[in-house]
């Protein structure tokens, strides 16, 4: 009796609630106790003696090793070796009796199981690194990983020069940045916030505009020279123009301008198109036709006089930009301190 009672006080029980996800029905039998409130419940159990790990490293660990995709790339970033991270993720299946990835020589992937368990763990992590950064101060440097996803040239022309300042301002952050004009699924690709380009319709998601960023249509002095000025919107049908293909629809955008109280709409009509800005600005500089791009994108070529503006007297108008991330993370202060450094850059469109 006397080991017994040893044995449980040596024991302690962490429960992780979330809401019962779509594909989890009450008869699932992995080791959740189904509530009337349609809350599922991980009771986990840890021996805490004869030296055994803090329970919350091998959380940690496998949150890690999760979003690393192997535990060789999760042994790099916590520097340990990669039987130790093995090691850790095998006491938590022991622990809770499920399986929590599916390995191969090359890569892990979450089970349905491990899927549940990350989204509660990785969110009670960034809450406590919250609540400990709240209390540690206004002076105490934000700490933890923040996952961005940005469009493009958002990222290449207006957030990577203005990064590096930021990160020197909040040393203890972790930057993981994803460039890309598709709208990403913010929670089973795991991003903290992103910046979408157009209108955002998931009402899981908070989105806050960026202020409206200009757009120029501009064409090289020699393409000019050789096929003529355009004067208004509708003598782009006599020339060759730079068509950007939307990622999410897979159409072209059309070329919108506005003077006076009237608006123009233009289909842009060329043999090239592409979903990357900076592919159409090298061959707008070469001569291959008139581009129309944020003002971001052509300003340094606009001071080289690489390239040159076209309908001037008409106002171009572009897609609406807005930072985005999941109701869930709204209360977080890193979040909020990401968001509000996100929103400052309007300053620069």
Known sequence: MADNKNSRENQFCVN?????????????????????????????IVNMGNGRVDPFTDISTFVRAAEAGNFTRAARLLQLSPSAVSKAVARLEAELGVRLFHRSPRQITLTGDGEVFFAVCRQGMTDIEDARSRLAGASQPWRGKLRLCVPVSFGQYVLAPALGEWLSAHPGLDIELALTDRHVDMTAERFDLAVMLGEVPDSRLVARPLPAHRFVTVASPAYLQS?????TPDDLVDHTCLRYVMVNSGQFRDWMFVRGGDQYSHFPVGPLASDHASALLALSEAGGGILQAPHYVVAPSLAAGRLVPVLDDFKSIGAPLSVVYEKARQASARTRLAADFLLALGDRL
């Open 16 to 44: 992780f609630n979330i809401s019962t996800p779509s594909s989890i029905s009450e008869g699932s039998t992995i080791r959740m106790n189904p509530c009337h409130d349609k809350t599922l419940e991980f009771r986990l």
């Open 227 to 231: 096929r003529g000025v355009p004067k």
